[in-house]
């Protein structure tokens, strides 16, 4: 079967440098303003009570401005303050993901699983809040699900599909359960699981109510059943600009799996010309690019 000779191909270990990147993200000025706020008042609530609390929000104020560094920075404070608080290590591993540390997010993901284990799960709290200003996300999901992608972006596609199996099970809703389920469908792919793969893709039903990741859920409803390929292929090709680079991505991969290798790199090269590049599907086009061309 093509597609599968070409998944076994992409499976080999690729490893990529730390790569800290200090490029400007674009944010609408009105966008930018309350981010800016924001920041402000988790430095005023910090120096009211500096706690661990507070210290989180200023890290994760800063990385939604696109100051990862400072954010890295804030959180490896916290680290330093309160070294058994797994939620600083967890902060950590995502920025550290974003500036391409894939082997030091490894290390600090497991660290915040080592730390969390055997302790209450809790709601982690948003802090870009969806429509519904409802949580979708818990400490020990958001822990997994980033040490699943760290994995997967280092190609260590065994112990990704691990950490997005232990995602899942602490997955308290739809929003949460199709966001590992896109990953961990793939990688079930790259691993010739063609079975659990197939199996999880029941578990998918349009009738499921999600909060905010219709994304992922066209992706895995294309996985199931390509009828709405076309509507997807135009709306991804009708501009230059990308204005949905998770089901860019998700196109991408779709174009892998049925071994249509060119179309894929096209996808996946169309995306790392967004500047989008602070994004999990941009990381992960990257990486496929890199896998690809080494291929060819």
């Excluded at 104020?61 to 680290?79: C, D, V």
């Excluded at 799960?121 to 818990?138: C, K, W």
């Excluded at 400490?139 to 972006?153: T, V």
């Excluded at 991969?253 to 249509?260: A, D, H, I, Q, V």
Aim: charge should be positive; charged fraction near 20%.
């Amino acid at each position: 079967m093509k597609h599968l000779f070409v998944f076994l191909l992409i499976s080999f270990a690729y490893s990529q440098k730390c790569e800290i990147k200090n490029l400007f993200i674009k944010l609408p000025n009105k966008t930018k303003n309350v981010f800016e706020k924001n920041l402000k008042i988790a430095y005023e609530n910090f120096n009211q009570n500096p706690n661990s609390d507070n210290l989180i929000w200023i890290g994760r104020r800063h990385a939604y401005l696109g100051n990862f560094e400072s954010a890295i920075k804030y959180f490896s404070q916290g680290i330093s303050a309160y070294p058994l608080d797994a939620r600083f290590y967890r902060h950590r591993g995502h920025r550290l993901i974003t500036n391409r540390c894939f082997e030091s997010a490894i290390n600090d993901l497991k660290k915040a699983a080592s730390l969390s284990n055997n302790k209450p799960n809790e709601i982690e709290p948003d802090g870009l809040p969806n429509a519904l200003n409802i949580p979708t996300s818990t400490l020990k999901g958001n822990i997994y699900y980033h040490l699943g992608l760290a994995y997967y972006f280092e190609s260590q596609l065994k112990e990704a599909m691990l950490a997005f199996e232990k995602c899942i099970e602490f997955s308290e809703n739809n929003d949460s359960f199709v966001a590992a389920a896109n990953w961990l469908y793939i990688i079930y792919y790259q691993l010739n699981m063609i079975n659990k793969a197939n199996k999880l893709l029941t578990k998918i039903d349009n009738q499921m109510n999600l909060i905010e990741n219709h994304s992922y859920i066209s992706i895995l409803n294309l996985y199931k059943n390509s009828t709405s390929l076309l509507d997807i292929e135009k709306k991804i090709f009708k501009e230059e600009s990308l204005n949905n680079i998770t089901v860019a991505f998700g196109l991408g991969n779709f174009y892998l799996l049925k071994g249509e290798t060119e179309k894929a790199y096209k996808i996946y090269n169309l995306i790392t010309n967004s500047d989008q590049w602070s994004s999990f599907a941009y990381i992960g086009a990257e990486v496929m690019l890199k896998k690809l061309t080494n291929i060819n």
